[in-house]
Every structure is written in C-alpha cells, then in structure tokens.
C-alpha cells in the first residue's frame, strides 16, 4: 500500500581523506529508512557533492556547492580524518565553510573526528594542525563526537541518528503533535475499532455501511464485517465505528461512508 513521506534531504559533508565513513553514513541512513519510514511517514535523502553536483561556472565552487546541494538541506553530517580541507576563499576548508552556512540557517549538523591509527609520514602537518585547532573552536561551541573505527562509527551514529531525527525533523512532519512525536495509539480504542481501522487502511481507507433487503452491515477492505441479517452485530459494529469517528481517526464524507483521517492512517500504520 502506498503512503505519504516527507523527504528531508542530509548532507555529507567531509575532507577529501574521509571514504570508509562517507559510504557507513550512505548505509545507516538507508537502514534507518527501511524501518522508520513507513511508521514515521519521514525519508531521509543522503546528498554530497559527490553525488549531487553538476558543471557549472560564474562562482567560486564551494559557492556552486551550496546553491546547489547544500542550501536545501535539512541536516549535515560531518566527519573528520586527519585534513581540514582546503581554504575556498571565505573559510578555512569547504567542509568548513558547509557547516558554518548550515549552521547559520538554523539547522542541526552532527559533527565527528576520527582517531582511526594512521601512518605518521602520510600525514600533512598543516593540515592537522589546522583540523585540531577547528576542533577545539567545535568544543567550545557545542557537542561533537569521536571514534577509533568504522564499526564504532556506525553504532554511534546510527543511535544517535534516530535521536537527531526525534527531535529536530519530526516536527516538521504534517500529524505529528507539539512535541514532534506520532500520536499514541488513542487510550482505551477497542481490539474490534484497531482491526476495522486497520482493514480500512490496507484497502482505500473508505469503511462503508451497506445496506440490503437482509439488514444493515459494515464493510472495510472488501471485508463485511457483521451479517446483515444480524441486528445485534450490526448495532455492536456501529458501536466501534462511532468509536472511530469520536476518536477523530474517521471522518463522515457521505451518508453511510466514512474515510480514514490522516490521524486514522498513523494509527493503522503503528499497529
């Protein structure tokens, strides 16, 4: 069954050294979408100048690079090896200058340096020098991370993804509540109200009282629900469908048809 997301776009954002944790960041975001992205009605888009950008002319690259990628992303990622980068005419290094413009727009980066072993004659000298003093400007600023390999790389940053996620994207998601979560599954909802919804959803959403010579019935996903000929099944399913409609997860669109809300969708979607 389909269903509607909201796509937030995430930068990567690394110096030229950085390579095994470019593609763990590409692996753990799909991950996190193949599990969360149903349920929280969100996809996750990693982007990087690598994949996303084109030829262009007139400006300095880095500029090219944020016109293009950078200024419509929701959330940078950030990680650092042994190199700053280098300087682009505004800011020390590109990367730099990514998290400084992301930054300055109000949106959340996540920051890491890595302390993965390296040999010391491979290293250039300025460039660490320059990394470690931008890394103590980081402390000083905020909250950055750390890591010794790729493994703990991707247990850390898929944990703390989904916290990122809970509390700087969400809430831009349509249906999500003041405090950026899904709505809870509505207190004391019946087994037979949670299977009607959910049989609504799998379908068309539309939950339909029909009726025949026989009697009153309701029907939800091809499914009759109660036998016509019965009374008191029917005035027990009308009951659960009343539960549904004060519960705000069904609307009446026309005499005897009620269509899923967008509370209705989020509800069957969690259950």
């Keep these: ?14 110096p030229s050294d950085v390579h095994a944790e470019r593609a763990v960041i590409r692996e753990v975001i799909h991950e996190w979408n193949a599990v969360h992205s149903k349920p929280m009605h969100m996809v996750l888009m990693p982007v990087g100048w690598d994949t996303h950008s084109a030829p262009a002319m007139g400006e300095r690259p880095q500029g ?12 940078l990622v950030a990680v650092f090896w ?3 980068g280098t300087e682009t005419g ?3 290094s590109g990367t730099v200058e990514e998290i400084q413009e992301h930054l300055r727009a109000g949106k ?10 390296v040999k010391p004659d491979s290293v250039d000298s300025g460039q660490y020098e320059a990394l470690c003093a931008f890394k103590q400007e980081c402390k000083s600023k905020g909250l950055i991370d750390e890591f010794s390999s790729a493994e703990e790389f991707r247990n850390k940053f898929t944990r703390q993804l989904q916290a990122v996620v809970r509390e700087s ?3 831009h998601v349509p249906g999500t509540t003041a405090n950026g979560r899904q709505p809870r599954l509505p207190s004391g909802l019946s087994e037979d109200a949670l299977g009607l919804l959910v049989h609504a959803a799998d379908s ?36 659960v469908l009343r539960e549904l409609v004060e519960a705000g997860l069904v609307d009446s669109k026309e005499n005897d048809i009620f269509q899923l809300t967008n509370r209705g969708y989020q509800v069957a979607d969690r259950s």
């Design 1 to 14: 069954m389909s269903y509607g997301v909201t796509v937030f776009d995430v930068m990567i954002a690394t």
């Design 64 to 75: 090219i690079i944020n016109r293009q990628i950078l200024r419509d992303c929701d959330l």
């Design 82 to 84: 042994t190199r700053l």
């Design 90 to 92: 505004t800011a020390p």
């Design 108 to 117: 959340p980066a996540m920051l890491y340096f890595s302390n993965t072993p």
């Design 169 to 171: 994207l969400q809430p």
């Design 204 to 239: 068309d959403g539309v939950i339909i009282i029909t009726r025949t010579r026989k009697g009153k019935g309701i029907q939800a996903g091809g499914k009759n629900h109660c036998r016509e000929e019965s009374q008191r099944e029917y005035a027990r399913w009308e009951s």
